[in-house]
């Protein structure tokens, strides 16, 4: 069947026949990108301001990134671990430079990334805490989002989120975000870990509070637990830092990665740790058949290097300032709050204004691509290679929509 034919009205009919019902998108069906831009079918043009919940950071299609990967196309794409393939040492050692560690192991997804962090630190309170057996605790927040499998939805707060997906595993405390007391309170004996996201993307653009992170950083310290930092959505440049961490002037001691590691072409993900940490991984403990593969890792490289090359940490935190600063300049009756850090921006819509969902579709009429995130928030979280032009061109139609 030759899909240029059809329109999107036929393509949205046929996804939802034949597609699992998982996710409510806009009616928008894309089928052309570059840059900040994408096309649907009929040649209308969009502002993407999703960027795939942040795996676009160095915006579609981005030149360098798609060369790196005809280029890798056309020679190695698979190897599986059981060999060695040439991408892959330069690829880890391009990582552990940018995050100052010593240690990384690749997989696909961010849920991989994370589930391989849960082992990680289960494995070195065992084997190096002393940690009695299968008693491990993992201290995470409330409304957090790590991924979809079945450990990790275990520990979400979001009750859609484990609703009919149980029985789960033990083995993961829950505490206020953005609340130190309540960290120190919750680390005990078998405590290994906690696992947090500097920001909290999915939960609405929480911004905890200032030193937030340094604090923590500061208790797991001095308690022997793991700070096991998620900067999947995050990382890479999105927040005006390469790595969110960065403001508290820290480093965890396992970092999460995932998203625009793969340059918007292709997942990739992994953690980084000290040698320390990640030596209580040995041959057979874990693994994945694409996880490290060299697609991946020549795409992962590329996709760093534009990001590091093009300053685009800079020029999140200089896009995101004026970004921010123009959106709550807006006179709106429906904004609550604006808030968010480099180009990662929420804007919270009042209640009595009703949900966020109709002002993104209001948006989408306009040539303005945004999705809300937990009822009352619009993300906006454009590629970071946006220029003020495009910011204005958006704030236009935002402020529109908002008032
Ligand atoms: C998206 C995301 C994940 C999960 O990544 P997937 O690639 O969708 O599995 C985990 N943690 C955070 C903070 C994320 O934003």
Known sequence: MDTQQLSSRDLIKLAETHGAHNYHPLPVVISKASGVWVWDVEGKKYMDMLSSYSALNQGHLHPRIVDAARRQMERLTLTSRAFHNDQFGPFCELLCKI??????????????????????????????????????????????????????????????????????????????????????????????????????????????????????????????????????????GRTGKLFCYEYDSIKPD?????????????????????????????????????????????????????????????RAAQAGSYFIERLRAI????????????????????ESSGTARPFCERLMELGILAKETHQQVIRFAPPLVIDQEEIDWALERITKVLT
């Open 99 to 236: 995050s100052s560690q010593e240690s990384v192991l690749l997989m696909n997804t961010g849920a991989e990334a994370v589930e391989t962090a849960i082992k990680a630190a289960r494995k070195w309170g065992y084997r190096i805490k002393g940690v009695e057996p299968d008693k491990a605790e993992i201290i995470v927040c409330e409304n957090n989002f790590h991924g979809r499998t079945t450990t990790i939805v275990g520990f979400s707060s979001e009750h859609q989120y484990r609703d009919g997906f149980g029985p789960f595993g033990p083995g993961f405390k829950m505490i206020p975000y953005s609340d130190l007391e309540a960290l120190e309170r919750a680390i005990g004996p078998s405590t290994v870990g906690f696992l947090v996201e500097p920001i909290q993307g999915e939960a609405g653009i929480i911004v905890p509070h200032e030193g937030y992170i340094g604090e923590a950083a500061r208790i797991c310290k001095e308690n022997n637990v793991l700070l096991m930092l998620d900067e999947i959505q995050t990382g890479l």
């Open 254 to 314: 396992i970092l999460i990665v995932g998203k625009a590691l793969g340059g918007g072409l292709y997942p990739v993900s992994g953690i980084l740790a000290s040698k320390d940490i990640m030596g209580v991984f040995t041959p057979g403990d874990h693994g994945s058949t694409f996880g490290g593969n060299p697609l991946a890792c020549a795409i992962g490289s590329e996709a760093v290097k534009v990001i590091v090359e093009e300053r685009l940490d800079e």
């Open 331 to 350: 006179q709106s009756p429906h904004i609550k709050e604006v808030r968010g850090k480099g180009l990662l921006i929420g804007i919270e819509v009042k």
